[in-house]
């Protein structure tokens, strides 16, 4: 799990590879797939993609007859559409390779389970067994199956006021909750600018605000930070009719979901995550994992003592030796992009910039997640980090300020 998103290992044609889990997705999807590797598509076809962000259109492949397996569980028939060009890209968002989406298709014949506190995936056999006993633990969700996607009814407390809204079930969208801007749905005062996410075809930006209340049956969550997206970014989507955003992972991550698509049913049981605080990226900076590189790292190491054999030597044990340094491969961070007045645009640091150390600790000891979550501390608390632009060092020093109180 890397913020919030799930990620399964799979293997497609033979080939291994990683898929992210996304009930807001019909089809398999395959993207950024190493040309170096041996997969092949089945029966292709070529076809134009158009997807979730602008009116941008990419070229694809549609792909019968794959055989997809996911740890003992086997589609021999599997339909596949391929993004091609290598625009479309998550790893650098995430920090690991990912190479496809894994949506309805794989939902829609069992039970499957999503421990995100464990994280683990259980897939249940389709039967009133099974049934019965996962109700004897968990609260049953009515869900409504329409054009392959799970929605459920939510009410969502805006201002003074308590308004029912229809939300895609979306274990691909790491927010807790995506509103779409409308008559009825106003934006809160308190508000800012910000990128939301990777459409499939291009960048998603919008607006954060923190509304009062969001409940899902009996579940009441305050204060959760809320996503609005701007109307260019959703003017496109075939919408449902009466849907108004989506619930996302900030939401899901706090249960253990169980998805009964055959039933129309979820079921929810809270973790340990249930009640942490909703936080947000109070720098201002998106950082991406942008490639790797060959670090020459220190290595702690008991004394070696040699016995030498020659004639011409000594037979005492000779000076200890030391093997100190090996080569490991480290990630590299950039700066993707940089907020509008946030406390790191303010202080200097540009989009472009190579993070080299933060808080004083060398930036490639951390993994993507590591980092996202020290932008994202409760506290409003000091940060520095010393960057790499245009050949020479920089560095910059800037406060968490939570600009949404």
Known sequence: MINNLVLIPVKLNGVELTFMLDTGAVYTIVFSVDENNDLEYKNTQRIVLKGFGSDYSVPGLKSTANVLEIKGMVSRSHLLYVILGGEFNFSDHLGIPVNG?????FFKNNLIAINYEKKRITIYHDNERNRKKISRKFTKTPLVIEK?????EGMVGLENDFLAVKLLVDVGNSDSIWLFENDTI???????????G????????GKRAIINEFRLLDFRFKNPIAA?????????????????????GEILKRFTVIMDYKNSSMYLKPNKMFKNPFLYNKSGIEIIHAGMKLVNVEV??????????????????????????????????KVASVRLNSPAEKSGIQRG???IAINKHDADNYTYQELISILKSANEKWISMEVLRNGAIHQFSFKLVNILD
């Open 300 to 333: 702690k190491q008991k004394p070696l003592f040699l016995k030498t054999t020659s004639v011409f030597d000594s037979a005492e044990e000779s000076e200890p030796i030391n093997f100190k340094y090996k080569f490991e491969l480290k990630p590299i961070y």
């Open 228 to 248: 609005f997206p701007d109307s260019t970014a959703i003017q496109y989507l075939k919408f449902i009719p009466g849907r108004m955003g989506s619930v996302g």
């Open 353 to 355: 910039d190579i993070i």
């Open 101 to 105: 989406i894994l949506g309805y298709t």
């Open 186 to 196: 106003k934006i809160p005062n308190k508000n800012f600018e910000d990128y939301l």
């Open 198 to 205: 990777k459409g499939f075809s291009g960048d998603v930006h």
């Open 148 to 152: 392959y996607k799970p929605y459920v």
